[in-house]
């Protein structure tokens, strides 16, 4: 059974810090990992990650895979109260064709 | 696009009543996924579709649960009977072949 984990379960910080979420997996045939930011409603996409290595950023956000740990790590710098949320990874394994597994999620709260 | 669309948004029923939660994908989306998050399970994807043909409903609870797409821009996922643990938020998402899912802003729903 694919298993997806994510640490830590919740985290709270102050506003202006850095702070690093961690995704780790295990899966038959790993294809995809992606991230995803869960506010009030539906999580919205931030990342998608297929190679090993490679840093993908957009703004203060950036993600990087390791294949050979089987892990992701997501980077949030110089957080503000707006990144405050439920941060969920997830993983597209198999055939390509399978739904997302995802992670329990880590919910971030950033203090004024 | 106006994004994933589902209805009703909020739905509170009594225990054993049939409950239908409906869903229009991303126009040229192939793939559809019903997903159920609770706080004690997270995400947990219930069923999906490739072109309107189910692939995977292993993740389907219960023979109380069924989902149809009867064409690609309309789907349902229906609870006969429900129960008080089926309470959850529901979310439909889509997808283009194995790329980032768009989920809907989900259907809350409660059973009492």
């Known amino acids: 059974e694919d298993k997806v984990v994510q640490s830590p379960l919740s985290l709270v910080v102050h506003e202006g810090d850095t702070v690093t979420l961690n995704c780790s997996y295990e899966?038959?045939?790993?294809?995809?990992l992606l991230w995803y930011k869960q506010e009030k409603k539906a999580p919205t996409f931030l990342f998608m990650l297929?190679?090993?290595?490679i840093e993908k950023k957009s703004g203060r956000l950036s993600s990087i895979l390791d294949k050979k740990e089987l892990s992701s790590i997501l980077n949030i710098t110089a957080t503000q109260t707006g990144d405050s949320a439920i941060y969920l990874c997830?993983?597209?394994?198999?055939?390509?064709?399978?739904?997302?597994?995802f992670g329990k999620g880590t919910h971030l709260i950033i203090q004024p | 696009d106006a994004g994933v669309i589902q209805s009703p948004r909020h739905e509170v029923t009594e225990m054993g009543q049939e409950v239908t939660l409906r869903c229009k994908p991303i126009?040229?989306?192939?793939?559809l996924f019903w997903y159920r998050q609770t706080m004690m399970r997270g995400l947990e994807l219930l069923i999906y579709?490739?072109?309107?043909?189910?692939?995977?409903d292993s993740g389907m609870p219960e023979d109380r649960f069924s989902a149809k797409m009867p064409n690609a821009s309309f789907s349902t996922l229906k609870i006969q009977p429900s129960e008080p643990r089926d309470s959850a938020v529901y979310f439909c998402?889509?997808?283009?072949?194995?790329?980032?899912?768009?989920f809907g802003q989900g259907t809350r729903l409660t059973v009492v």
């Open positions: 998402a889509s997808s283009f072949s194995s790329t980032e899912a768009f």
């Open positions: 899966v038959t045939n790993f294809r995809s």
């Open positions: 297929t190679s090993s290595g």
């Open positions: 997830a993983v597209i394994a198999g055939g390509g064709a399978d739904g997302l597994t």
């Open positions: 126009s040229g989306h192939d793939y």
């Open positions: 579709f490739n072109n309107n043909v189910p692939i995977d």
